[in-house]
Structure formats: structure tokens, C-alpha cells
């Protein structure tokens, strides 16, 4: 297995373009989530989805959206970007009641807006 | 979720042990202790997670005291490979996606030679 992949590592944007952020699991694992890290701080979540069709907002849901027509991806979308959202995206996918439900995350993109 | 604290920073000499502490004083009677570490510039790892009892897996030994208010978790034998930061993290054990990970700024180990 693959596991938690992520596409692309990194990109810059400039300001009020878009983008669409890539995560794709291979583990059949009904929950998704996206992070997004910035730097010397922990993790804050974005968006999760608890299966296809089902997606609900996290703490910092603000400039973005997502959507899941699969159980295997779960791309995150910016719009008009901005500066604020320079960060290290992380996507992570966890099985419903499995080893406690423990989360598996993807190597992150690297986003740079200017 | 119960709020974690953790010392900001670590240091080790290889080949000893590495005891990671973690207060959380507010923790629930159903919320556990999760560990995590972040390798720089890589994802979150899963390490160990626990109740009250004490746990052991192949990376790491947990240690819960008593009235569960504090954790230490225990690299037997530190490399310069567990150099990362550890996240102390506590939370429902079924929760759901909704039962999210709160990621605290955790404490960096650093693994001299």
C-alpha cells in the first residue's frame, strides 16, 4: 500500500489565483482529513469527511473548499488566494473504530503564496 | 478536548532513554492519551496511545500515573532517527472524524551523538 499520497510537494502561487491540493489513500479508510501547518505551530484541521458525499468544516475552513465523490481522494480547493495561506498541507485518513482510530498523514504540500 | 502541556524542548544522548512528559489535568474519564512525533518536514507518525494502564508497542512504552492527570512516554533506546517533535494528545477513543487531534506545539527531542 501506497498509504496517504499528496500532489503536488510545493508550489507558489500568486495572489487570487487557485488551486486544487491533491490526497489520495489506498487503505479504504472511510475518514479524511486536511491540515494545514504553518511554521514553529502544531496542526489546525480544515475540512474531514467521514465518507463519500459527507464532508464538514474544522477549525480554519475559511478560503477553502472540499469535496469527496470517492473513498479514496479528498482534494482541497483555494480560491483566490492569499497570503495568510502560506503553509504546509497535510492530508491524513483514518479507519471508523480501527486500532483507536489512529490517524495516517500524507508527506504534505508546501504552499507559498506571494 | 482536554488542553496538554509539554515541555518545549529535549535533549538525549543516543543509545539512552528518551522520557517525554505530558500534564493534562483535565482529562476526561473517556479520553485517552495519543503520542505523535513529526519528523521534520514530514507528516505526523502515529506512536502510541493509551487509557490508565500502562502500554508498550515495537516504537514506544507509555506511562499513565495513577489519577491519569499526567503521561510520560518512554523511547527505550534513542536514535539520532527519533530526533522530532512529540505530540502529547488526548481525546475520545471512538469519536468519529468529528473527535479531531488537537495538535499542541509539542516538545521538540533533540538525539546528540
Known amino acids: 500500500n501506497a498509504g496517504v499520497t499528496q500532489t503536488p510537494k510545493f508550489r507558489i502561487l500568486k495572489i487570487g489565483q487557485s488551486m486544487t491540493l491533491q490526497c489520495t489513500q489506498d487503505?479504504?479508510?472511510?475518514?479524511m482529513y486536511w491540515y494545514r501547518q504553518d511554521p514553529g505551530m502544531g496542526l489546525k484541521l480544515i475540512y474531514y469527511?467521514?465518507?463519500?458525499?459527507?464532508?464538514d468544516k474544522g477549525e480554519v475552513p475559511n478560503g477553502y473548499n472540499v469535496s469527496r465523490s470517492t473513498t479514496e481522494d479528498f482534494p482541497l480547493r483555494l480560491e483566490l488566494a492569499a497570503p495568510s495561506q502560506t503553509s504546509v498541507y497535510f492530508c491524513?485518513?483514518?479507519?471508523?473504530?480501527?486500532?483507536?482510530?489512529?490517524?495516517?498523514f500524507g508527506p504534505g504540500t508546501r504552499l507559498l503564496v506571494l | 478536548d482536554a488542553k496538554t502541556t509539554q515541555p518545549p524542548s529535549m535533549d538525549c544522548a543516543e543509545g539512552r532513554a528518551a522520557n517525554l512528559p505530558c500534564n493534562h489535568s483535565?482529562?476526561?474519564?473517556?479520553?485517552?492519551v495519543y503520542w505523535y512525533r513529526q519528523i521534520h518536514s514530514q507528516g505526523p507518525q502515529y506512536i502510541i496511545h493509551?487509557?490508565?494502564n500502562n502500554e508498550t508497542n515495537e516504537m514506544a512504552s507509555l506511562i499513565i500515573t495513577e489519577d491519569r492527570k499526567s503521561s510520560t512516554l518512554i523511547l527505550p533506546h534513542a536514535t539520532l532517527r527519533d530526533t522530532a517533535v512529540y505530540y502529547c494528545?488526548?481525546?475520545?477513543?471512538?469519536?468519529?472524524?468529528?473527535?479531531?487531534?488537537?495538535f499542541g506545539t509539542g516538545t521538540l527531542l533533540a538525539v546528540q551523538p
Open positions: 487503505m479504504n479508510h472511510n475518514y
Open positions: 493509551g487509557l490508565k
Open positions: 483535565t482529562i476526561s474519564g473517556n479520553e485517552y
Open positions: 494528545i488526548v481525546r475520545v477513543l471512538y469519536g468519529g472524524a468529528t473527535n479531531k487531534l488537537i
Open positions: 469527511s467521514v465518507g463519500a458525499g459527507i464532508t
Open positions: 491524513a485518513s483514518s479507519p471508523p473504530g480501527g486500532p483507536g482510530e489512529t490517524q495516517y
